[in-house]
């Protein structure tokens, strides 16, 4: 059948093609689609879970030891915004400095029936569980300000914010550097026909693995002493531990990271499937493993399940380093499991890597 003239013209508009091709492309791209749709959704539910009764409550209160402890604890445990744990001097403080705890309360220092008030004033959630917390103790004693406090800013080095932040800053950094530095370039190689020209060396496998892996620990050194020189220069960040023992924790994630990216480079053939493996493998660590907040925020029955991930047990030893000067020997159990990770991952990756 003849078509009119202009027809063809009508029908395929650039405009409408080049909007449909777009569509089509769009669609056919699992991962575009993923970061569009899927992870938001994500986002929110994980989110959601570990701040899910922080609207106006679900404040975080440590009452240190002592004849006022257990009165503290049942008026604010009373209220329903509180959660409240009795814990001695040291601990309390612990739990401070690493963030697990947003206001600590201890026997007045003036008056035994008083309280002194530790609390960051950089943090707003800090600053309401103080004010909440003040407001209920003073009414429970039948008449507002009956009882005498003391405000302690927790604003030295070690109990900040940003103290809290850089350990988890190193331990994402280590993760990307291992999966993106090695695993992205292992496959970028393998698409480019260059990995093949290897087959033909006398090189083996078990050669190329540990010097990529190498390779990779040169970049990490100063990206490490970059994050760590800037935040002490900006900040006053210091590691309260020793820094060969941070250092130490630097290689073994590094090495821990780096297996894990050869594992996922080992077969994959595309650039889509490599991405995607390691935004499955990134993700529940950005999310769980305490980077940006204590993973105690989400409900206990998640919890095994996050200290098993592997930058969990990194990021706890790098805090219990760098905040609290605990020894190594203390941190067998984490760094137990770090090598495991780095271990298995590069004997599987050994075993299953393919040239082409």
């Known amino acids: 059948m003849n078509e009119l003239p202009g027809s063809y013209e009508r029908r ?18 699992p991962a575009a689609i993923f970061w569009v749709y899927v992870f938001p959704l994500i ?6 879970l ?24 049942q008026v604010l445990t009373d209220d329903g915004r509180f959660r409240v744990s009795v814990c001695d001097e040291a601990e309390s403080r612990r739990r401070m400095r690493t963030g697990r705890a947003e206001l600590l309360i201890a026997p007045g220092a ?10 960051d004033p950089t943090q707003a959630n800090s600053v309401l569980a103080r004010q909440l917390a003040d407001a209920v103790l003073q009414r429970a004693a ?3 300000d009956a009882v005498t406090v003391r405000d302690h800013a ?36 393998r698409l480019r026909k260059l990995l093949k020209r290897y087959l033909a060396t006398p090189m083996k496998r078990s050669q190329f693995l540990l010097a990529t892996m190498t390779s990779r620990l040169l ?29 130490f924790l630097i290689l073994l994630g590094t090495f821990e990271f780096c297996g894990i990216g050869l594992l996922v480079a080992s077969r994959a053939q595309t650039i889509e499937a490599v991405s995607g493996i390691m935004n499955a493998v990134m993700l529940p660590m950005w999310i769980g493993s305490g980077i940006f907040f204590s993973p105690e925020r989400f409900p206990e029955s998640v919890q095994p399940l996050l200290a098993f991930l592997p930058l969990t047990p990194l990021i706890h030893a790098l805090r219990s380093v760098m905040l609290e000067s605990t020894s190594l020997v203390s941190l067998a159990p984490q760094l137990a499991l770090i090598f495991a990770w780095g271990g298995i991952s590069f004997a599987l990756a050994l075993r299953w890597f393919r040239w082409n």
């Open 12 to 29: 395929q508009h650039p405009f409408v093609s080049l909007i449909a091709a777009r569509v089509r492309e769009f669609i056919r791209e």
């Open 43 to 48: 986002m929110v539910l994980a989110l959601g």
């Open 50 to 73: 570990a701040f899910r009764d922080k609207p106006v409550g679900g404040f975080t209160v440590v009452v240190q030891a002592g004849a006022i402890a257990e009165h503290v604890r």
């Open 110 to 119: 003036d008056s035994p029936a008083g309280y002194d008030y530790y609390f």
């Open 142 to 144: 039948d008449r507002r």
């Open 154 to 189: 927790a604003t030295e080095p070690g109990g900040r914010y940003v103290d809290f932040l850089v350990p988890g800053l190193l331990g994402m950094g280590l993760l990307g550097g291992g999966l993106w530095g090695v695993g992205f370039a292992i496959v970028d190689l």
């Open 219 to 247: 970049f990490t050194i100063p990206e490490v002493l970059l994050v760590l020189l800037f935040s002490h220069w900006l900040f006053g960040v210091t590691s309260q531990g020793s820094y060969w023992a941070v250092g």
